[in-house]
């Protein structure tokens, strides 16, 4: 990767090409600061998620449907980072984008396949919160970890169509503009379709989630106050009410995760709306915004650790590399926790 030299000689992204984008102008200094910056994100976002997935898989303890959704999200977390923010990376620093018309299109289409597949993922863990808290008694024979694992593929499934119908259509990168010089990857979007993706990526789901969210706040605090009073007076709290306790708190640290992932979309589909998006590309304002859906695949393992005791937990037997001694796979990380 070459930086922008600071005097006024005009460059090109592809000198040897009559149709190549003129090359933006950064100082070696504010090149440096971005790729350092880029790099750390890239990498951390890669380790936090790989030591989620890692966690999910190898301790039996944590095969739940729950755990599952969670899983599924850290996937397309790390391959945000893994894919999406090194090329991103290179593309706003050098502000050219090296690799060509074809893998534009197919880098477009793996970044909308793993936003909508992370959106889905929280759709599908705000049904199994739902659940979970408003129907404790049903949950364990309507989510099964069978038919979480089925539900995430069919997610997967759905959004990879969604994107490949998103790509195949005309407006979605169209080369044969004018005004698209080689050395750009442009996302070119119509109205009709902006608002069309508005209503399948932001709103529905959105109205989804919160709606099912808010119902669980509802239940959850009913439930933790007949708790509390319980333990007031002195009553045998049984097995259940403990279990609903811990559900609710699971709860929380979801809902959480998904209020950090719409403040971090908002925005972005706002920007989507505006008449200029054809020309954003150069708008600090606009790079900051894009950003945040790239930083939302950090932040959920942080959200985890913070919250999560047996994340602490399975990190520790993972960094000190205990997952590799016999039967290890069979350890309790919540009794081992506590002991």
């Given at each position: 990767?070459?930086?922008?030299?600071?005097?006024?000689?005009?460059?090109?992204?592809?000198?040897?090409?009559?149709?190549?984008?003129?090359?933006?102008?950064?100082?070696?200094?504010?090149?440096?600061?971005?790729?350092?910056?880029?790099?750390?994100?890239?990498?951390?976002?890669?380790?936090?998620?790989?030591?989620?997935?890692?966690?999910?898989?190898?301790?039996?303890?944590?095969?739940?449907?729950?755990?599952?959704?969670?899983?599924?999200?850290?996937?397309?977390?790390?391959?945000?980072?893994?894919?999406v923010?090194?090329l991103?990376?290179?593309?706003?620093?050098?502000?050219?984008?090296?690799?060509?018309?074809?893998?534009?299109?197919?880098?477009?289409?793996?970044?909308?396949?793993?936003?909508?597949?992370?959106?889905?993922?929280?759709?599908?863990?705000?049904?199994?919160?739902?659940?979970?808290?408003?129907?404790?008694?049903?949950?364990?024979?309507k989510?099964?970890?069978?038919?979480?694992?089925?539900?995430?593929?069919?997610?997967?499934?759905?959004?990879?169509?969604?994107?490949?119908?998103?790509?195949?259509?005309?407006?979605?990168?169209?080369?044969?503009?004018?005004?698209?010089?080689?050395?750009?990857?442009?996302?070119v979007?119509?109205?009709?379709?902006?608002?069309?993706?508005?209503?399948?990526?932001?709103?529905?789901?959105?109205?989804?989630?919160?709606?099912?969210?808010?119902?669980?706040?509802?239940?959850?605090r009913?439930q933790?106050?007949?708790?509390?009073?319980?333990?007031?007076?002195?009553?045998?709290?049984?097995?259940?009410?403990?279990?609903?306790k811990?559900?609710?708190?699971?709860?929380?640290?979801?809902?959480?995760?998904?209020?950090?992932?719409l403040?971090?979309?908002?925005?972005?589909?706002?920007?989507?709306?505006?008449?200029?998006?054809?020309?954003?590309?150069?708008?600090?304002?606009?790079?900051?915004?894009?950003?945040?859906?790239?930083?939302?695949?950090?932040?959920?393992?942080?959200?985890?650790?913070?919250?999560?005791?047996?994340?602490?937990?399975?990190?520790?037997?993972?960094?000190?590399?205990?997952?590799?001694?016999?039967a290890?796979?069979?350890?309790?990380?919540?009794?081992?926790?506590?002991?």
């Open positions: 990767m070459a930086y922008e030299t600071e005097d006024h000689e005009t460059q090109f992204c592809f000198p040897a090409i009559n149709t190549s984008c003129l090359k933006g102008r950064r100082s070696k200094y504010e090149y440096n600061i971005m790729y350092v910056f880029f790099s750390l994100l890239s990498v951390s976002t890669v380790f936090l998620n790989l030591l989620v997935i890692i966690s999910i898989s190898h301790f039996k303890k944590l095969h739940t449907p729950t755990n599952m959704l969670i899983l599924s999200l850290s996937v397309a977390d790390l391959l945000i980072g893994l894919i923010m090194p991103e990376a290179i593309n706003l620093t050098d502000m050219c984008w090296y690799f060509g018309d074809t893998f534009c299109r197919l880098f477009l289409l793996i970044l909308g396949l793993l936003l909508s597949a992370s959106l889905s993922n929280l759709v599908l863990i705000a049904i199994d919160r739902y659940m979970a808290v408003c129907y404790p008694l049903q949950y364990p024979q989510i099964t970890t069978t038919r979480t694992l089925a539900s995430i593929c069919l997610c997967w499934f759905c959004s990879s169509a969604y994107n490949t119908a998103l790509a195949g259509s005309r407006t979605y990168f169209d080369s044969r503009r004018i005004d698209v010089c080689y050395g750009k990857c442009t996302l979007i119509s109205f009709a379709w902006k608002v069309t993706d508005m209503c399948f990526s932001l709103l529905f789901p959105c109205t989804v989630m919160i709606t099912l969210y808010l119902r669980i706040f509802y239940v959850a009913k933790i106050k007949i708790i509390n009073s319980l333990a007031k007076t002195g009553k045998v709290i049984n097995e259940g009410s403990v279990r609903r811990s559900e609710s708190k699971v709860t929380l640290t979801l809902g959480l995760i998904v209020t950090v992932y403040l971090c979309w908002i925005p972005y589909f706002l920007l989507s709306l505006s008449e200029n998006t054809e020309n954003v590309e150069i708008s600090s304002t606009t790079t900051i915004i894009v950003w945040l859906l790239y930083v939302n695949s950090a932040l959920n393992p942080l959200i985890y650790a913070f919250f999560y005791p047996w994340f602490k937990m399975s990190v520790k037997h993972i960094l000190t590399l205990k997952i590799f001694q016999p290890s796979s069979l350890v309790d990380v919540f009794t081992d926790y506590h002991s």
